[in-house]
């Protein structure tokens, strides 16, 4: 018996000695094969060589990659590209002016995101600025996240320094993608010119799915000039002697092959599928029945009901057959006109302390809400939004939504309005909350003739505005304490009649805002409401207005102080320490960039009417034009917070 499992364990080794040496055979024969032939397809494919025998560059060609950027954004509908210029963008901006696309140069990079920000939420469409390397990108990081927060669609076209020198101490050569990854929706450096087309279309895809927002391509200086500039600056030697020259003289030559290879050939330019995410039709439905449930409705309406698929006037015509009071913000202010029945503008507070339900369109329980906590614990709440953290942005601690969608907030109101086509609100409910607006109003009509320490009294010198202005006047508000009392003030004339800049509460947007308001809307008055504090961020685009012949009013409320800040730290500190301003003629710094200047004082109390009238008439004739209203302090808004 123990000779038989000697025997078999015997068979057994043999077995596995043969096996193993097979194996061992055939693994080596894979090694001594497998790794020279993976090695081989890896460097063809690094460098790009068998790409290059398929698709030969051509060194003949005149044509740069900024043609083939004009061409893909004017195959998705872009009018115009604000810029600073730069020599690394300088072929982008040539091809678009060729290609009839507008050229707007401003004279600050924030105000080129600023502007396009305002066309992509005035359109509907993408809004596009090309800026240059380095200082030039990092000058725009404050527009992109304004743009981020208010989830504008814009594309940033950057330069940067070419391919092969990258990190090697190049001029204005930093880490941009670090810089704007955080930032922006999508992302990418084009490292070929093949590329540029395929990444332009995936970036506006991108930025316009979903919940909008930014996008960023960099665009390295060699892929967007000539084949012969590139090959010059290059420098590769055809006569190169030694191992290690010649490699580098291949290297170099291979590189400038793989940037051209396929450059020109035909492409797809048209736009890719936008994907936007929308309510279900059972979503709609429950959202339905609390809403004919519910005895005193109330609808808070955000910036994000405003971005496309759904036209702004269906929107507005749906609102109104539902018929509930609604609280209109940001971008959406000004929805349903000057004077309407169901428009609510005071008290909201105490408004939505009432509602046994509360319908929030594209509205975030943000700072703006209290985090939620002026909602009542005892009401219905319906939150629709496109973006799942902010729609349920502080509901673990302060609300909680009965009916959370995730969808688009313009569309879901289109269907309800179909699915209630025979709701009525309760009239009592309407009537009571537009009597306490009407209450309000007749209070600010009586701040408007109270004595001031100097000047004029702002809320005297807005409701003067207000008459003023045209039917067709759209409101660009940059500033905190004069902005804050015009938003009481001023009523936006109709759907995207307001712009501010969101949730970030940035400085410095007016004359960005401004110039790409007054480009979609050629035919409408553009009034910018600047305190006199932010005006210093960019009146020196006065200069771009009157270059480009662009006019557009300005009114800076000049009270000589930060007085939104002042406000609350002479209280609680007793300093008015860096809040102090002076009472400078705003009205010739205008002047000097080209503009025509107005002041208005005490001694103009009277004539108020008269100037802005003359304003008017120098606006007619194409001229941009800054009324500098000198003003004083006022209890109205007192107990306002900055913070």
């Known amino acids: 018996m123990f000779s038989k499992f000697v ?112 066309v992509s939420r005035m359109s509907g469409s993408i809004g596009v600025a090309a800026v240059t390397a380095g200082p030039g990108l990092t000058n725009t990081v404050t527009a992109i996240k304004n743009a981020q927060m208010a989830e504008s669609p814009v594309l940033l076209l950057g330069g940067a320094a070419a391919t092969l020198l990258q990190g090697r101490g190049a001029l204005q050569d930093i880490d941009q993608m670090a810089l704007f990854k955080p930032l922006c929706k999508y992302c990418a450096t084009v490292t070929k010119v093949r590329d540029i087309v395929p990444t332009i279309r995936k970036a506006i895809q991108a930025a316009q799915s979903g919940t909008p927002g930014p996008v960023f391509i960099e665009f390295p200086i060699d892929v967007l000039y000539p084949y012969k500039l590139v090959a010059r600056e290059l420098g590769a030697k055809s006569d190169a002697k030694g191992i290690v020259p010649t490699i580098v003289s291949w290297y170099l030559h291979n590189h400038l092959g793989n940037l051209f290879a396929g450059a020109w050939e035909k492409q797809d330019t048209t736009p890719l599928p936008v994907e936007q995410p929308l309510s279900t039709p059972a979503q709609v439905q429950k959202a339905a029945i609390l809403i004919s449930r519910a005895k005193k409705p109330l609808i808070v309406m955000g910036s994000q009901a405003m971005l496309p698929p759904t036209p702004v006037m269906e929107l507005k015509e749906s609102v109104e057959k539902l018929g509930i009071p609604c609280f209109l913000g940001g971008m959406s202010r000004g ?168 949730a970030f509460g940035t400085l410095g947007v007016g004359a960005g805002f401004a110039l790409g308001a007054k ?19 960019s009146l020196a685009e006065f200069d771009t207005f009157t270059r480009h012949n662009i006019p557009v009013i300005a009114i800076i409320g000049n009270d000589a ?83």
Request: aromatic content about 8%.
């Open 519 to 537: 480009l979609c809307n050629p035919e409408s008055e553009v009034w910018i409401v600047y305190g006199d504090g932010s005006a210093g961020y």
């Open 7 to 118: 025997e078999q364990a015997q068979q057994n080794i043999q077995n596995i000695t043969m096996f193993l040496s097979g194996y061992c055979c055939k693994t080596w024969l894979a090694v001594v094969i497998g790794f020279p032939t993976l090695g081989v397809a890896w460097f063809l494919k690094k460098f790009g060589i068998i790409y290059q025998l398929l698709h030969k560059p051509d060194p003949t060609s005149s044509r740069h990659g900024g043609e083939l950027v004009a061409e893909t954004l004017q195959a998705h509908g872009v009018k115009y590209i604000f810029t600073l210029v730069g020599g690394h963008i300088s072929p982008i901006l040539v091809a678009c002016e060729k290609l009839g696309i507008r050229v707007i140069d401003t004279r600050h990079e924030v105000t080129t995101v600023f502007a396009a920000d305002a």
């Open 561 to 643: 102080g930060w007085t939104q800040i002042s406000r609350e730290q002479v209280p609680i500190f007793a300093s008015n320490v860096a809040c102090s301003l002076a009472f400078l003629e705003y009205d010739k710094v205008v002047e000097g960039y080209g503009g025509c200047g107005f002041k208005m004082g005490a001694e103009d109390i009277n004539n108020m009417s008269m100037i802005f009238t003359a304003a008017q008439q120098e606006y007619k004739k194409g001229t941009s034009v800054c009324i500098n209203a000198l003003i004083g302090k006022t209890d109205f808004r007192e107990g306002s917070l900055s913070v």
């Open 335 to 502: 929805l349903l006109g000057r004077d309407s029945k169901i428009h609510i503008r005071q008290r909201r507070r105490e408004a939505l302390k009432e509602a046994d339900l509360v319908i929030l369109i594209g509205t975030v329980c943000d700072f703006r809400l209290n985090y939620g906590r002026v909602l009542s614990r005892r009401a219905k709440i319906i939150a629709i939004n496109r973006d799942k953290s902010q729609l349920f942005k502080n509901s673990d601690m302060f609300w909680k939504p009965t009916l959370p969608i995730q969808g688009d907030p313009s569309s879901f109101v289109v269907q309800l309005a179909q699915t209630l086509s025979k709701y009525q609100c309760d009239v009592d409910w309407v009537h009571r909350l537009k009597e306490r607006d009407r209450e309000v109003e007749r209070k600010n009509a009586t701040k408007a003739d109270e004595k001031v320490n100097v000047h004029l009294n702002p809320v005297q010198v807005l409701m003067e505005m207000e008459v003023a202005m045209a039917d067709d006047s759209i409101i660009v508000a940059d500033g905190g304490d004069f902005v804050g009392t015009a938003a009481y003030i001023l009523r936006p004339r109709g759907p995207l009649r307001w712009l501010d800049p969101g």
